[in-house]
């Protein structure tokens, strides 16, 4: 990760994500993005007055182009996928609508890029010494929080996550229903691991570009294969993991709504249609 994902993967894309199993105001986080990724940088690197000015133009303009270009597809895929639910879902259209949302932050990265490839290249050696030690103190924090847990208790915890999310989307599972998805969640795959390798091997290449004295034509390229194509340097053996996940995780999804009772129906529709509308006003609130 670096500057700018840090800073807006958990607060635009992510937030989308989050509102289903949190109670935070989507529209009170989304109108104070600036705020908050201030908030995310200022952990990583510490800017000079032009280097500050150029990124809030750069954001503000950002911002802007995602409100008015982006928001709109989220409305119209989660009216798709509130009609798959009331209709007819499957797991191929739960698989569709995972590929969808990593289009859409792909799509993202693309429009930051040119925006935050000249800030990057712009800063200082110390700058740059300042960004690396808090991203790798970043990565180590997270080795140091794994819990090398026995794939028993391992299974368990993953279980466990699942029901909360689901509950938070339906509301209060039957018993048959939290059984049949710890049954199921038993096809989870582990994947700690290889995204940590995945991570560390990424991490590696941004230091060394960041260490070399590159002209910019060649770092705009470095930059724009680590930004825009890192998932590149993904192994195999995580992307069968990410693909096994996905489809268990469809499976599950589709068990729900197929087992749903009255109660819980309502409740998913409300809790889409709340995001609908937040994401609407959130495109006419200029």
Known sequence: MNIFIISTKHTILGLLLAVFVSGCSFRFVYNHLDWWTHWYLDDYVTLNEQQQQRFDREFEQLHLWHRKTQLPLYVQQLKKLKEAINTQIDEDKVLGNLAQFVNHWQNFLIAV??????L??????????QLLHALRERHQENLDDYEALNDVDWFEKRANEQIAQLKSWFGKLTATQKLQVRLISKGFQRSFEPRMEYRETWMVQFTELLNQDLPEHQFKYEFYRLFVNGRSLRTDN?????????????????????TATDKQRQRINKKIDKVIGDLAYLVEDT
Request: aromatic residues 14%; glycine residues 0%.
């Open 238 to 258: 995580i992307n069968a993991i990410t693909d096994n996940n996905q489809q268990v995780f469809a499976n599950i999804f589709v068990y729900m709504v197929a």
């Open 120 to 129: 990057t290249f712009s800063l200082t050696f110390t700058q740059k010494q």
């Open 113 to 118: 890029e040119p925006k935050l490839q000249p």
